[in-house]
């Protein structure tokens, strides 16, 4: 597939280089070439925020190979556990990541060499025993440290589609400049690199981040267009008092991955408002390429809390507690997303890349929530997200609702009690909330473990991390 | 205490360093406990140690050990 549009460009903001039309083109065929060289089998691609790491992912597509963005500071066990288990040609981007990334022992079966174009590679001395389906293009790891990290199989189809979605939903023109504040190898960070190269419109590639002068330096001098952030981008930069009327270039602020406080919404819509952009909550996951709705940014501050309609193409339901499907407004149960964007399937090994679509069109979100008359989807939590204490269900996501004044809460479930986790509370504060949760929710005391934690574990991407909380419960 | 040492515990706790980490040249991501989430705490840790409050671009300059001791100086925090 070629992901890339004619006007399409790249600015790297470490070299002040820009790789556009032809030349872009001509550079993505080099990387093309240099895998068909190589066995058969996925690219696993070590993906830091880099020109190079863009060349090799968007090569590897025109090339008609599956590849798997990987984080750079992967644990090197893991990496090898992947390794043995999905058996890539080649893996890519070596020398790839910053403080902390290490890409470990070449791996048995492995040569390294050091490609001319490609860089410094592993590269598969023997065939691997299956070959990937002909539609599958893009591979990322499920979230999660802990746990049995699997890949999101994507077909090409439906990569390319969400990003024509996405550039559809937020008018993503030849004009507009996204810089790369999130990791590649993340969804969101991977869609705001499809649907603008999709699109023709540049993409500043910088590394380091929203807190890095680096990355401001960059907006300003290339006039950067757009914001991308997870709800902890948004925290940190309420916390630093950011303000975008510093950056006048930028007019779209875009928010996805994980639920951003109503207040922290509508603060960042005045304020991107009032320098004449447009802030949008979107809704997505990984399973769905990532995107799957967007809210208008006219529709705030009136709908706060809804995630918006589904985008171009697809659609939403609700299947309710019965187990009955239903697009029927005010109906509460777990959504459900159709659309062509929705992956094939997971993969455990490397027979797994061999399947088709195993999904038809259709993806189980594991969240609960309902849609409003115009089809505005409204979250509340995660399914599967539920406590027991003595016997009763409690919704964990309600639990936290309760707490929020209190900060970063986390509430896991634990041997018949929820335990949350507080940051920074003393033990008599932690005593105290366990005596409002057990009134409020009738239940008694005994069943809430309020524990202090000096800081919530993040996952790369700057969810929380919930396994590695479970864990220690 | 000097400046350049209350800063440099202030670091060694906020970033929870190791014994016999050269501080005084760590860079903003130059290693694993300065990420994001190092750099908002170690922020805290420098408005509370110092009593400031830091603007948005000084929390944005900061890339250094050795930027934010200047930073403080400039601030007129007392030696």
Redesign the interface.
């Given at each position: 597939m070629n992901l890339i549009a004619p006007s399409a460009r790249l600015i790297d903001a470490a070299t002040g280089e820009i790789l556009a039309g032809a030349e872009l083109s001509a550079a993505v065929d080099r990387t093309a070439e240099a895998y068909a060289a190589l066995p058969p089998g996925v690219v696993f691609a070590r993906a830091g925020t880099s020109v190079p790491t863009v060349l090799r992912y968007a090569g590897a597509l025109r090339a008609g190979r599956a590849v798997a963005l990987l984080d750079p500071a992967l644990d090197p066990a893991v990496l090898a556990d992947f390794i043995g288990r999905f058996e890539p040609a080649v893996v890519v981007g070596l020398a790839e990541g910053?403080?902390?990334a290490d890409s470990g022992e070449r791996p048995k079966s492995y040569q390294q060499v050091d490609d001319e174009v490609l860089g410094p590679v592993w590269r598969r001395e023997v065939p691997p025993a299956d070959e990937p389906h002909p539609e599958l293009a893009v591979l990322l790891a499920t979230s999660g440290s802990t746990g049995d990290p699997k890949f999101v199989r994507l077909s090409s189809s439906a990569v390319s589609s969400n990003a024509a979605a996405i550039a559809e939903a937020l008018a993503i023109g030849p004009d507009e400049i996204a810089p790369t504040s999130l990791p590649l190898y993340y969804s969101f960070g991977m869609s705001v690199l499809n649907s603008h190269l999709a699109a023709g419109a540049t993409v500043l590639v910088v590394d380091?981040?929203?807190?890095?002068?680096e990355f401001?330096q960059a907006v300003q001098t290339y006039g950067a267009t757009s914001l991308a952030g997870v709800p902890y981008n948004y925290e940190?930069l309420h916390?630093?008092?950011?303000?975008p009327a510093?950056y006048p270039s930028i007019r779209t602020l875009t928010q996805a991955g994980g639920k951003l406080r109503d207040e922290m919404i509508l603060a960042f819509h005045e304020k991107i408002s009032a320098a004449g952009g447009r802030f949008h909550v979107m809704w997505g996951c990984t399973e769905a390429g990532p995107r799957m709705s967007t809210l208008p940014a006219d529709a705030l501050p009136a709908r706060v809390g809804s995630v918006g309609p589904a985008l171009a193409g697809g659609s939403f339901s609700v299947v309710n507690a019965e187990g009955a499907e239903t697009a029927a407004p005010g109906v509460i149960g777990e959504l459900v997303y159709r659309g062509p964007n929705v992956m094939m399937g997971y993969a455990e090994n490397s027979a797994d890349l061999t399947r088709g679509d195993d999904q038809g069109g259709v993806l189980r979100t594991g969240d609960l929530g309902h849609l409003d008359e115009d089809g505005f989807v409204w979250l509340r939590g995660r399914i599967k997200r539920f406590g027991k204490i003595f016997g009763i269900r409690v919704n964990l996501h309600d639990i936290e609702e309760m707490l929020r004044d209190q900060g970063p809460v986390v509430a896991v479930s634990g041997p018949d009690k929820v335990v949350v986790f507080v940051e920074g509370i003393d033990e008599n504060a932690a005593r105290d909330l366990a005596g409002r949760l057990a009134e409020r929710l009738k239940l008694h005391r005994s069943g809430f473990d309020v524990r202090t934690i000096e800081?919530l574990p993040?996952l790369p991407n700057g969810k929380i991390d919930y396994r590695s909380l479970e864990a220690q419960v | 205490m000097t400046l350049n040492d209350r800063l440099r515990a202030v670091f060694v706790d906020a970033l929870e360093l190791p014994e016999g980490t050269d501080v005084e040249n760590l860079n903003?991501?130059?290693?694993?406990q300065?990420?994001?989430?190092g750099?908002?705490?170690l922020?805290a840790a420098i408005e509370d140690e110092f009593d400031v409050q830091?603007?948005?671009d000084q929390?944005?300059?900061m890339?250094s050990f050795k930027v934010a001791l200047d930073m403080l100086r400039g601030l007129s925090v007392d030696e």
């Open positions: 910053g403080a902390g380091g981040g929203v807190l890095a002068r401001w940190m916390r630093i008092r950011w303000s510093k800081r993040q | 903003y991501r130059g290693i694993e300065w990420d994001s989430l750099h908002m705490t922020v830091l603007e948005t929390v944005i300059d890339s």
